[in-house]
């Protein structure tokens, strides 16, 4: 019980070590350039997006209700923290949930773009068109619009929603005769100009199974009964 309640806690740490290691390279890095490098090599690293999948059942809840209540702190720096918002007693911005709903369209639950990125895929494979030859998802323009923003703000974001780990394993919930276009998502991102770092939280399994059985038979109106 006691490591359960320290996932969150781990999680927040590695979040923090991914983030905070690529600022010290960037300074690092910046201190070794003198006045005659090349604006490119100024310029060369990148900003860095967490994708934090899951899966359910891992303390999620709790690591981004925590993320959420820092949000002022992380902005100070330099972090947008883009998670599902449903904390009890918390009050969550309008703007907020719309954002959410902007990145969960285009990594999660927007089968249209997920085709979209199976199609290049597929061309690639096939040898007809190299990646960075290739046109973006059609239906990641207000994604893109808002990636863009971060982008030029050196804003790092992280994305909190551990239904994408459903998706990639094809539960039923998600399409299972939709395979999840993951190598080309992240190659994508990257191609646009984001370090992309997956955060996959685990859970031993003895420990795992009694909580799901748990949240699909406890008492409530929505719940399965035996």
């Known amino acids: 019980q006691h490591a359960v309640w320290l996932l969150p806690l781990v999680c ?6 991914a983030l905070f290691s690529n600022v010290e390279t960037l300074t690092s890095q910046n201190s070794k350039t003198n006045v ?6 100024m310029a060369s690293s990148k900003p860095v997006l ?17 993320l959420e209540s820092l949000r002022q702190e992380l902005d100070l720096d330099g972090i947008v923290y883009i ?10 911005a309008v703007k907020v949930k719309q954002e959410f709903k902007l990145f969960s369209m285009a990594l999660v639950d927007g089968f249209d773009c997920q085709k979209q990125l199976i199609e290049m895929e597929e061309k690639q494979k096939m040898e007809e068109t190299r990646a960075e030859e290739q046109a973006l998802p059609s239906c990641w323009n207000g994604f893109l619009e808002r990636l863009k923003e971060y982008q030029e703000s050196s804003t790092n974001v992280i994305f909190s929603d551990e239904a ?7 539960t039923w919930q998600y399409r299972p005769d939709l ?3 993951w190598a080309t998502l992240k190659a994508t991102l990257e191609r646009i100009g984001w370090d992309v770092r997956i955060l996959i939280v685990h859970r031993p399994l003895h420990d795992y199974l009694p909580s799901v059985y748990i949240e699909q038979y406890k008492e409530g109106p929505s719940k399965h009964r035996l």
């Open 12 to 17: 927040v740490l590695v979040i923090s070590q």
């Open 164 to 170: 994408m780990s459903n998706r990639v394993a094809r």
């Open 36 to 41: 005659d490098a090349p604006m490119a090599d």
């Open 179 to 181: 395979p999840y276009p």
């Open 50 to 66: 967490i994708l934090h999948v899951g899966p359910p059942k891992t303390g999620s809840t709790t690591l981004q209700c925590t």
């Open 83 to 92: 998670g599902r918002p449903e904390c009890h007693g918390m009050e969550i």
